[in-house]
């Protein structure tokens, strides 16, 4: 009986309470998507609720910057999800192989999740989720191929 309580609370405490799941991250997105559309939600409760914003300290302008960038690209979003209301999210595992343009590691994918906007199959947005928390919701083009614009100072 002794070993099974102990195999039980080393189990628990081995656990990172700091990584989330797929569900999780799914409902992380869903709950980000949900904020961002609302313009009662301002940009700073979004960038503190949401996003990774990594251990590297920054200097005051370095900051200032950041901050500038973040709200901006949110602002971008929040733009498009005013045209487009109500997107569907899916794994990016889903979006048709034409417009999986993607550069990203194979074990990554798992953490990427697609916009999907009724009527249209190339995703408006993807968004990167790691450790619970959106790592990135801004994709680059460049020769036809997409990558991820980081967020976090310490990935």
Not at 16 to 23: I, M, R, S, T, V
Not at 46 to 65: D, F, R, W
Not at 92 to 109: F, G, H
Not at 111 to 123: I, R, S
Request: hydrophobic content about 35%; some cysteine; glycine content about 6%.
């Amino acid at each position: 009986m002794s070993k099974i309580v102990i195999l039980l609370t080393a189990m628990l405490f081995s656990t990172n309470p700091g990584l989330a799941g797929p569900g999780e991250d799914l409902k992380k997105v869903k709950s980000f998507i949900s904020d961002l559309a609302d313009d009662r939600v301002d940009y700073d409760t979004i960038i503190q609720k949401h996003l990774c914003i990594g251990n590297k300290v920054l200097s005051p302008p370095e900051q200032e910057e950041k901050d500038a960038a973040l709200k901006a690209m949110l602002e971008a979003l929040r733009e498009q999800l005013q045209k487009n209301p109500a997107p569907g999210i899916n794994k990016y595992s889903k979006v048709p192989r034409k417009y999986q343009t993607l550069q990203i590691e194979e074990e990554e994918e798992s953490n990427v999740y697609a916009l999907q906007v009724k009527g249209k199959d190339e995703p408006p947005g993807l968004i990167l989720v790691k450790d619970g928390r959106i790592a990135s919701f801004t994709a680059i083009s460049k020769s036809g191929m997409r990558s991820f614009l980081l967020i976090c100072s310490d990935l």
